[in-house]
C-alpha cells in the first residue's frame, strides 16, 4: 500500500479517481499470455503508441444530436490553441501514430483547422475528418485536396430525412447531403457514417445506397451511452432481434465499415471481420477539446481521464498515466467464464459505466 | 504463390511500426474491418520495414539483397502469401 501510494504521487502523473480504480479492480485478474484469444494476445498491455487517436479538436458545433457523445455545442475556454495543437501534432508524429481522426464538435469550427491540417500532411500523418458536412462549401472541397492522405466521414444517422433529422436537426439530412455532393464532385475519400439505433436498422440498404451514389462506402457504428447519448440510449439502442438480422446484413455486406465496433456481435456465432477486442488505451485512444485524453472517445467519463495536455506530454500520458496502467490490466469480470470470452472479450467497457457504473458486469447489450 | 521471379509490393495505404511482439500493419483510411494485422515475427517485420523504405515497397527485392537462407526465403515468401490474401502486399 505504501508502495502504491508513493507511485500514485510521482510528480505529473495524475492520479486515478477511486470510483474508476474499484471499478477496474472488480474485473479481477487480468487473463493470464497463455490464455489470451485473438487480438488480446497482443493489445493487452497497450502497444507502443496509439495507432489512431480520436481528436475532438473542439466542442463546438452548429447542429446539436440528441446523442452526441461528447455534449459537444459550445466552444470551452480551455480548448488547446493552436500552436499548442501544432505541437501536438509533432508529438503523434514522433511517436508513429499513423492516424488521428479529426471530430467534435464540428471540425470545421476549430479556428486553426487548416495549419493543424497542413503540419498533419507535412508530418505523413493520415487524416480523417468525422463531419456533419453542413459547413462544406464548394471552395472548401477545393482547398481540401491539398491535403493528404485524408478521408471524410460524413455523419446520416438515417437514410431518410424524418429518420435523420430526428436526430440530428431539422433539415440536416439535405445539407449532409450537400455537403457529400461537393466533396464527391472534388473526389475525395468518402464514407458515409452511421449509428446503428431502433430507427436506423430499417433504412440500411438506404443508407448503403446513398453512401454508393457518391461513390462513398457506408460505415456503420454502435450506438453508445455517452454524452447526450446517455439520455437516450434505452429509447434508441437497437433490440437483440435487431442485432441478430443486422449481424447476418453486415455478413452479406463485406465493404460495409464497422470501426470494428459490434465485436460483441461475435457471440451469436458468426465472428465480424476486425478486432474482436476493445482498443481502448491499447490501440486508440482519445484528446477530447480541452486536452483531457480518454481511453476512448466513447468513455468521456471524468472518472477515466488518464491526464491532460495543459500539464503533461501526450507521450507522458500513454506511457505512463496510472488510469492506462490499469485499464490495460482489467480482468474479464462477470464474462471470464463465459465459453464466448475469446470471441468478444466482454464488449464495450464504456456501455457498461455509463449504463451500471461497473466494468465488472456483461456488456448491456450481451446477446447471449 | 511462393514465387521468387514474382514481385511482391507492399500496398501504398500500409503503414508499419515495430512493436515488442512484433510489429503491427495498418492499411490506413477510415478503414477497419481487418484494417490491422499484428505480426509477430521480428524478421517479417525488418524485412517489410526495408522493402518499403530502402525498395521503394518492393519486398521481393528486399529480400534478394539480403543474405537469407534458401529455407528462410522460402518461409518469408510463404508469409507474404499471407499478407497478398489479407489485402496489404500485391504480387506483380
Known amino acids: ?368 | 504463390m511462393s514465387q521468387s521471379a514474382a514481385q511482391y509490393r507492399l500496398i501504398a495505404e500500409v503503414k508499419i511500426r515495430r512493436e515488442s511482439f512484433g510489429g503491427i500493419l495498418y492499411k490506413y483510411g477510415c478503414a477497419d474491418r481487418g484494417a490491422l494485422s499484428f505480426i509477430n515475427s521480428p524478421q517479417l517485420i525488418e524485412l517489410l520495414i526495408a522493402g518499403q523504405q530502402q525498395h521503394n515497397g518492393d519486398v521481393s527485392a528486399a529480400i534478394e539483397s539480403s543474405r537469407y537462407s534458401e529455407a528462410s526465403k522460402q518461409r518469408l515468401y510463404s508469409a507474404l502469401d499471407d499478407l497478398v490474401k489479407r489485402g496489404y502486399i500485391q504480387v506483380q
Not at chain 1, 186 to 203: P, W
Open chain 1, 1 to 368: 500500500m505504501t508502495e502504491f501510494v508513493r507511485f500514485m504521487e510521482r510528480p505529473g502523473r495524475s492520479p486515478v479517481h477511486p470510483n474508476a480504480l474499484a471499478a477496474m479492480q472488480q474485473t479481477g485478474e487480468m487473463v493470464p499470455q497463455k490464455q489470451r484469444g485473438g487480438s488480446q494476445r497482443f493489445l493487452q498491455g497497450g502497444l507502443s503508441a496509439p495507432i489512431t487517436v480520436t481528436w475532438e479538436i473542439t466542442a463546438a458545433c452548429n447542429i446539436a444530436c440528441i446523442h452526441c457523445l461528447s455534449s459537444s455545442g459550445h466552444r470551452r475556454p480551455g480548448e488547446l490553441k493552436t500552436e499548442q495543437a501544432l505541437a501536438l501534432v509533432d508529438e503523434l508524429a514522433d511517436m508513429q501514430v499513423f492516424q488521428i481522426h479529426f471530430g467534435g464538435g464540428e471540425p470545421f469550427i476549430y479556428p486553426g483547422i487548416w495549419r493543424v491540417l497542413e503540419r498533419c500532411t507535412a508530418r505523413g500523418l493520415v487524416m480523417c475528418i468525422s463531419t456533419n458536412g453542413t459547413l462544406i462549401t464548394a471552395d472548401r472541397a477545393r482547398r481540401l485536396k491539398q491535403f493528404e492522405p485524408l478521408y471524410f466521414q460524413v455523419s446520416l444517422d438515417g437514410g431518410t430525412p424524418q429518420t435523420n433529422d430526428s436526430i440530428r436537426g431539422k433539415g440536416v439530412f439535405q445539407r449532409a447531403l450537400r455537403g457529400l455532393e461537393l466533396l464527391a464532385a472534388e473526389n475525395h475519400s468518402l464514407t458515409v457514417n452511421s449509428v446503428l439505433t431502433r430507427h436506423s436498422f430499417y433504412e440500411l440498404d438506404t443508407l448503403y445506397e446513398i453512401a454508393e451514389s457518391f461513390n462513398a462506402r457506408l460505415r456503420v457504428t454502435r450506438l453508445r451511452p455517452s454524452g447526450r447519448g446517455q439520455e437516450v440510449w434505452t429509447e434508441l439502442h437497437p433490440t437483440k432481434e435487431q442485432y441478430r438480422e443486422f449481424t447476418n446484413w453486415l455478413t452479406a455486406h463485406p465493404d460495409v465499415l464497422t470501426a470494428d465496433s459490434f465485436f460483441h456481435l461475435n457471440a451469436f456465432g458468426t465472428m465480424l471481420a476486425g478486432l474482436d477486442i476493445c482498443g481502448a488505451a491499447t490501440a486508440t485512444c482519445c484528446i477530447c477539446p480541452e486536452g483531457e485524453v480518454y481511453p476512448c472517445a466513447f468513455f468521456q467519463a471524468p472518472e477515466f481521464e488518464a491526464g491532460n495536455l495543459h500539464t503533461q506530454s501526450f507521450r507522458e500520458i500513454w506511457q505512463t498515466a496510472a488510469l492506462f496502467d490499469y485499464y490495460r490490466k482489467m480482468g474479464g469480470g462477470a464474462c471470464s467464464g463465459c465459453g464466448q470470452y475469446n470471441v468478444c472479450h466482454g464488449g464495450c467497457p464504456a456501455t457498461k459505466w455509463f449504463v451500471h457504473r461497473q466494468l465488472s458486469i456483461k456488456d448491456p447489450e450481451c446477446v447471449l
